[in-house]
């Protein structure tokens, strides 16, 4: 009995300093923001210093990460667990004012060059108003994208998302050819790294950017984790693009409107984008009836394609 | 002629090698791969470089008729094929890959399809 409780007591010691050297390499060794903003909470952080020593440092000093959550490499590949992602965009509400891509750019850090979601002004026949059609990647199903590459570079998760992890991809592009959608990009240039804590081309970081690698939406894999909402939901003053899981059969938008979505794709008759290809997205559409913005001025299409 | 013997041919030709004769200007590996390389894969690889040649021809083909029109179905739904093709190939190519020759060769023998893309 005592033996067993001195290993125990060995094991929460060994613990203690193991995850004080943790703390202190932080502290340390990354370049992290700190609260160093407001006053000392008098919690007191057990931490080893470069030297080895044993010290406390008030919590208010500790590291905060803005970036990289610590996620394996595994756990990246696998996804999160139980879930299986869905985004409904309805194209009645969206008004083309590009907030999502803009939202999407801030999220990961992309030049204003770069969208991984794009917003494009539609007109499908000279008699009927023009809307706007918002295409991030679609996460399908049965994705054509990760068949061909041939290093498994990107892959589909168990939660339905489409990642890519730019520490394996060679450039090839063959993804990017196989995409129906054409939502992929392709680094050509070194892209501007942002000044955080760290960089790592990995699935589940902000900035994944790496030169000759390609990249496109991942559904802010790195806020669901948090269980939270991409950016580009967030993002949308419409609330148009809606969220979630379609294991509990809920979507929710920027303004927090949870709704039951299997009863609004039934409803609403969405439709997914190319389903004749059999690629199976994880986006759906709603159609653009009873718009809920001012009328796109309309176009004669015909007459445009003419002259 | 052997059926081993046939393999090594249909090999060489994929590789726009004659035996016993030097690269060719056309062949899509020159330049990037020495010839000696190339016959330092083992006949599995080379077996399976005849097959995923193939289809690199048909999806440099596919990518072609992409850029000219985006729009076409078909094309799109034979690219589909194409991929469901690719998947294929993986456990093979996953297990050749860890031989740092072949790598090198496969590497260097989809240049061709990168530029088109």
């Known amino acids: 009995m005592q033996e067993e409780e001195n290993t125990r007591r060995s094991f929460l010691k060994a613990g203690l300093i193991t995850g004080a050297a943790a703390l202190a390499a932080g502290v340390v060794g990354c370049n ?13 952080v057990p931490l080893l210093d470069s030297a080895g020593n044993l010290i406390y440092v008030d919590e208010v000093h500790m590291p905060v990460h803005t970036n990289f959550a610590g996620i394996s490499d595994e756990e990246s590949r696998k996804g ?66 990760t068949k061909v590459c041939p290093v498994d570079a990107t892959f589909k998760r168990e939660d339905g ?83 979630g899981d379609e294991n509990e059969d809920a979507v929710t938008n920027k303004s927090g409107e949870t709704v039951v979505l299997s009863q609004m ?41 003419q002259s | 002629m052997s059926e081993k013997q046939s393999s090594r041919r249909k090999f060489l030709q994929v590789l726009g090698v004659t035996a016993g004769a030097s690269l060719v200007n056309t062949n899509a590996l020159a330049g990037f791969v020495e010839h000696q390389q190339l016959l330092k894969l083992n006949p599995a690889q080379q077996e399976f470089m005849v097959r995923y040649g193939k289809w690199m021809d048909e999806f440099i083909e596919a990518i072609r008729i992409k850029k000219l029109y985006p ?47």
């Open chain 1, 32 to 44: 992290s923001d700190t609260k160093t903003k407001g006053a000392l909470t008098g919690k007191k």
């Open chain 1, 80 to 145: 999160i667990p139980g879930k299986k992602f869905v985004m409904v965009i309805d194209l009645a509400k969206c008004d083309g004012c590009g907030k999502c891509t803009k939202a999407c750019n801030k999220m990961h850090y992309l030049p204003p060059e770069k969208e991984w979601i794009t917003v494009k002004e539609l007109q499908d026949s000279p008699k009927a108003a023009p809307y706007f059609f918002v295409k991030p990647c679609f996460h399908c199903d049965d994705p054509p994208c």
């Open chain 1, 161 to 243: 998302i489409v990642a890519i992890d730019n520490n394996r991809c060679i450039g090839c592009r063959f993804c990017m050819a196989a995409c129906p959608y054409s939502v992929r990009l392709f680094n050509w240039d070194e892209p501007v790294k942002p000044n955080i804590v760290e960089v790592n081309a990995a699935p589940e970081n902000a900035f994944q950017s790496k030169k000759g690698c390609v990249e496109k939406c991942d559904f802010c894999s790195h806020m669901s984790r948090k269980n939270e909402l991409p950016a580009c939901v967030t993002g949308c003053p419409m609330d148009a693009i809606y969220f």
């Open chain 1, 265 to 305: 794709l039934e409803d609403k008759a969405a439709y997914r984008f190319m389903e004749e290809l059999g690629t199976k997205p994880r986006v759906y559409y709603l159609p653009p009836y009873n718009r809920q913005y001012p009328k796109p001025e309309m176009k004669n299409i015909n007459s445009e394609s």
């Open chain 2, 71 to 117: 729009g076409n179905v078909e094309n799109q739904k034979k690219m589909f094929f194409l991929s469901a093709e690719a998947e294929k190939f993986k456990p093979e190519l996953t297990e050749f890959m860890k031989d740092e020759t072949f790598s090198m060769i496969y590497k260097a023998s989809i240049e061709r399809v990168t530029k088109e893309i």
